[in-house]
Antibody, heavy 125, light 107 residues
Framework: EVQLVESGGGLAPPGGSLRLSCAAS????????MNWVRQAPGKGLELVSS????????FYSDSVKGRFTISRDDAKNLLYLQMNSLRVEDTAVYYC??????????????????WGQGTLVTVSS | SYKLTQPSSVSVSPGQTARITCSGD??????ARWLQQKPGQGPLMVIY???ERPSGISARFSGSSSGTTVTLTISGAQADDEADYYC??????????FGGGTKLTVI
């Protein structure tokens, strides 16, 4: 059974830092692109950051670029999101997500995406 | 940048068929995915690759595609189907673009 369990959320002051972790199990973690998606209270979904296999490509949304860093430890099946210089507008539930799309050159293979239950980050003084 | 447009709300009577649309130029060249999100819960994928249903998802959920519009169809709607539904797709560099979400009410 695929499981993604986020941790590390909580309350932080503006300008503060938090490190989110996501423990993956039930699948071969190293062969999938992993994403962090957030949802502000009462709002929709936003892709925050993405990391491809072998750390070859990393993406950050404009809203977090220069402040957040995504990383992965394939030996431990862990995904991380280091969040620095936090802002009030970073307040959201952060989801760890396995991207079921696997691309090999011009060929795409589709599997199911799996989402964690999320961890709440609250930025407030 | 690409945009995906969904109706903000859809209402359906119990036992009837609900249809939720998602439109955008991206969908003419990339497959759509659909999520179900119930209050206080993490999202659950109900459709991928436009019309594929993950194992364990009720056959009452189906997806279809035509041009730049994809449709999530829920047959025989039940109270338990009340949720927010999001479409999304992979754009350039396989980065996700999300629709704004549709609140399904079963009344």
């Amino acid at each position: 059974e695929v499981q993604l369990v986020e941790s590390g959320g909580g309350l932080a002051p503006p300008g503060g830092s938090l490190r989110l972790s996501c423990a993956a199990s039930g699948f071969t973690f190293s062969i999938y692109t992993m994403n962090w998606v957030r949802q502000a209270p009462g709002k929709g979904l936003e892709l925050v950051s993405s990391i491809s296999t072998s750390n070859s490509n990393k993406f950050y949304s404009d809203s977090v670029k220069g402040r957040f860093t995504i990383s992965r430890d394939d030996a431990k099946n862990l995904l991380y999101l280091q969040m620095n210089s936090l802002r009030v507008e970073d307040t959201a539930v952060y989801y760890c997500v396995r991207d079921g799309l696997r691309s090999f050159g011009s060929d795409d293979f589709y599997e199911v995406d799996y989402w964690g239950q999320g961890t709440l980050v609250t930025v407030s003084s | 940048s690409y945009k995906l447009t969904q109706p903000s709300s859809v209402s359906v009577s119990p036992g009837q068929t609900a249809r939720i649309t998602c439109s955008g130029d991206l969908l003419a060249k990339k497959y759509a995915r659909w999520l179900q999100q119930k209050p206080g819960q993490g999202p659950l994928m109900v459709i991928y690759k436009d019309s594929e249903r993950p194992s364990g998802i009720s056959a009452r959920f189906s997806g279809s595609s035509s041009g730049t519009t994809v449709t999530l169809t829920i047959s025989g709607a039940q109270a338990d189907d009340e949720a927010d539904y999001y479409c999304y797709s992979a754009a350039d560099k396989n980065l996700w673009v999300f629709g704004g979400g549709t609140k399904l009410t079963v009344i």
